[in-house]
């Protein structure tokens, strides 16, 4: 008679605690969002997410980042590092606010399945992020990027966003590897300026305008049926055109009674391009060396 014993391995869950006001101090165990009475000189939250002896170097995948929110950017003058990189599966949560991480947040766990999770409370990213490999969950719209850049340095199969990103301000988009763009780039809006290094890029379903910014290509843009709009009234804009773009509607305007002028450069093709303008002064659309409007 034979016995099968099978045995369950559980693996235990560590939620480690931040917090960059004085309470917090990096040589803390990080296991309690305060320090106890009397102080034990060891228990109490940590005072960097991304520091050598921060949340994430104590912190295994798996694990829970609690960061508290105390009107203190999370950034170089409060110990971290930029950017903060993310190189293994965690979830974020955040208490007592919104904190606002003032350096580039990296996603970098090496693999979708590799997922940072954002899961609870809010989050501001002033600093900048960067997606190079791995799932970013944004859960319930948590986060808010905020007048800085987003950078996609891999394909859609290696890392990407999960959960429709919030903005705030301009925020500028820089794609260094070919995607479509998806929960990373806004449905509607303003943003700043948009970039493509030497590689193809489609544009989701969206209504768009680049503000008081420029458009940049390296390679092929596929509009994706869309009208994409560039405004300006505040100076003169040069839009360079490295690849045909393709599929939907390049929308020019500008307003002002001061005389504006965009620019486009590039000996590439173009869809339909349409152009607006207001004011006492006449505005222009400079077309140079495109070879067709398609």
């Known amino acids: 008679m034979f ?48 520091g050598a002896q921060g ?22 003058a409060t110990g971290e590092p930029n950017p903060i990189d993310v190189t293994k599966k965690i979830t974020f949560q955040s208490t007592g606010g919104t904190p606002d991480i003032g350096v580039v947040f990296k996603v970098n766990t090496g693999a979708l399945a590799n997922k940072v999770t954002f899961s609870s409370g809010s989050f501001t990213m002033s600093g900048g992020l960067t997606l190079t490999a791995g799932e970013l969950v944004n859960s319930s719209g948590l986060i808010t990027v905020k007048a800085t850049t987003i950078i996609v340095v891999a394909i859609v199969t290696t890392t990407k966003v999960t959960g429709q990103l919030l903005y705030s301000g301009s925020v500028n988009f820089n794609y260094t590897a070919v995607y479509t763009t998806a929960d990373e780039y806004p449905n509607s809006g303003t943003i700043g300026n948009f970039t493509t290094a030497g590689v193809a890029v489609t544009l989701k379903t969206s209504t768009v305008t680049i503000s008081e910014a420029v458009l940049t290509t390296g390679s092929t843009l596929n509009l994706g049926g869309n009208t ?35 620019t486009v450069n590039g000996a590439f093709a173009v869809p339909t391009v349409t152009v607006t303008g207001s004011g006492t002064n006449p505005h222009i659309l400079a077309l140079t060396g495109l070879t067709a409007i398609t």
């Open 228 to 262: 994409l709009s560039l405004a300006t009234s505040t100076a003169n804009r040069i839009h360079a055109i490295g690849g045909n773009v393709t599929n939907g509607t390049l929308a020019f305007s500008a307003t002002g009674n001061t005389a504006r002028t965009h």
């Open 55 to 76: 949340a994430l170097s104590a912190a295994v995948a798996g694990d829970v980042i609690v960061v508290a929110s105390t009107g203190i950017i999370y950034n170089a």
């Open 3 to 50: 016995f099968l014993l099978i045995s369950a391995t559980t693996f235990a869950q560590t939620t480690y605690y931040v917090n960059n006001s004085a309470v917090g101090n990096d040589g803390r165990n990080g296991l309690s969002a305060t320090i106890p009475s009397p102080d034990d000189g060891v228990t109490g939250p940590k005072k960097t997410i991304g």
